[in-house]
């Protein structure tokens, strides 16, 4: 868990330093306050990620040791990483009001979460726009209702994933 919540302030910090690498050009300036805000939500979301994954394995191991054993250890560990990952995420969501009712994210709150602080008009509407593209793919994706569990973790880890890859494009200057 630990280990999610680090490659995900790094997938931040990335971001961060590919802004600060963009400069140069007046792109993509980012706040410092903005990577302090997330690492805190996503401390405050660690013990509510924890339980949830126990109370799964728990259930997992009930049904069927077997299965667990025969796993092979490196895709489970990958599998993992992604699934805590996304969980971390859509605890950060939820924490700062960037759902709506059903837990989907939200293209206004996905981008005050990812532009917060910025002053650039640029880089804000590039979020915004990376925001509503992955949402419109993600929206095609879903299945019907409200999604939970696995299904809200890896919603959430590919709209990240999505997002990051289109404001690295923006920032890069290759959009």
Request: charged residues 25%; neutral net charge.
């Amino acid at each position: 868990l630990v280990d999610a919540a680090v490659s995900l302030l790094l997938i931040f910090l990335v971001l961060a330093t590919r802004a600060e690498d963009a400069q140069k050009e007046k792109r993509c300036q980012t706040p410092a306050i903005a990577p302090h805000r997330v690492e805190k939500v996503i401390s405050d979301c660690q013990d509510e990620i924890k339980l949830a994954i126990l109370q799964e394995a728990l259930e997992e191991l009930e049904q069927s040791t077997a299965v667990l054993a025969s796993r092979v250890k490196r895709d489970l560990f990958t599998e993992d990483e992604r699934l805590i990952a996304g969980c971390l995420l859509q605890c950060v969501y939820r924490k700062v009001r960037a759902v709506d009712a059903t837990g989907f994210p939200t293209r206004e709150g996905l981008t005050r979460l990812y532009a917060e602080g910025v002053q650039e008009r640029g880089y804000y509407l590039a979020t915004a726009r990376a925001s509503q593209q992955c949402l419109q793919t993600a929206h095609q994706r879903r299945l019907v209702g409200k999604p939970s569990g696995k299904q809200a973790c890896n919603l959430a880890y590919d709209t990240f994933e999505c997002i990051s890859n289109k404001i690295s494009e923006y920032c890069n200057g290759t959009n």
